[in-house]
């Protein structure tokens, strides 16, 4: 049997918590909450019931819960269950909610589970950022982007339209180019161009290609490759381009370019072949 664990976050920068479950055998009776459930199914089966509506879920199941919504879940057939979710405070919705939409009217998901949902990859990539105490914006980025979806999928929330290109974009593109060396947070660049945050990220990315944070990635690995080629150690590189550390900044560099920063710094400390 899978050894029961139990980790529970509170995140300072997105004010949410997070929960980390598995191998839990643990039925959970009828209950409500007071704030927003946002939850996935890992492994494991689970009967879950709201309201009036029963159903057996498996892995990749999505479960929104608003507050107040009554439900209960247990795990089937001896399965031990291993589930992820968020915690979400009204005030943390309402004041994402706004940045969204422009409105600060909280919303009512309408679906509470859904099986095999599409958002739950963008829903493991926060909850991981979460629960390893990332400081970088792409943890705030990632949020917006996931709560943008699932207001239009599963409560039916006009968005803010999009914001276009143009100027703001360029002044965010070179923001981000002059201060890839130091942390850079959404309010920032939601101040040099006067959108909110939601609208920035979308904008961004439409034009570029890219969200601003892979944008913010690719121009540090590029400043890095270049500290790597004079003769800089990983760590020099990585602490003098911005990265948290230099596990951070081995992952993003190996993702990008195919080599560790280690291996990449190899090609250029190696001896000159000698002449006949």
């Known amino acids: 049997m899978a050894q029961d664990r139990r980790v529970v976050l509170y995140d300072q920068d997105l004010k949410l918590e997070a929960y980390l479950f598995q191998g839990v055998m643990q039925a959970f009776p009828s209950h409500f909450h007071d704030y927003y459930f ?3 199914l890992e492994q494991g089966l689970q009967e879950a019931t709201c309201k009036d509506f029963v159903c057996q879920t498996g892995p990749g199941s999505l479960l929104l819960f608003n507050p107040g919504d009554v439900h209960a879940c247990r795990p089937v ?4 269950l291993d589930y992820r979710c968020l915690n979400v405070p009204v005030e943390t919705m309402e004041r994402a909610v706004r940045e969204i939409t422009g409105s600060p009217a909280l919303p009512r998901f309408t679906s509470n589970l859904v099986p095999d949902a599409e958002q739950v990859p963008a829903l493991r990539a926060l909850h991981t950022l979460i629960m390893e105490e990332a400081k970088d914006f ?3 980025e990632t ?11 599963y409560a039916g929330e006009p968005l803010a339209p999009p914001a276009s290109g143009g100027p703001e974009v360029d002044a965010v593109r070179d923001y981000l180019s002059r201060h890839y060396d130091r942390r850079v947070v959404l309010d920032d660049l939601s101040a040099l161009t006067g959108w909110s945050k939601y609208r920035l990220i979308r904008a961004f990315t439409r034009e570029m290609g890219i969200t601003p944070y892979s944008y913010l990635v690719t121009v540090r690995v590029g400043e890095a490759k270049k500290r790597l080629e004079a003769g800089a150690t990983p760590l020099d590189a990585a602490l003098s381009c911005g990265f948290a550390d230099q ?4 992952n993003h560099f190996k993702r990008l370019i195919g080599l560790t920063p280690r291996q990449y710094a190899n090609i250029f400390t190696k001896e000159e072949p000698r002449r006949a």
């Open 77 to 80: 057939d001896d399965r031990p």
């Open 38 to 40: 946002i939850g996935f």
């Open 138 to 140: 792409d943890k705030e």
């Open 143 to 153: 949020f917006l982007l996931l709560l943008g979806q699932l207001l239009t999928d």
């Open 247 to 250: 596990s951070h900044f081995s």
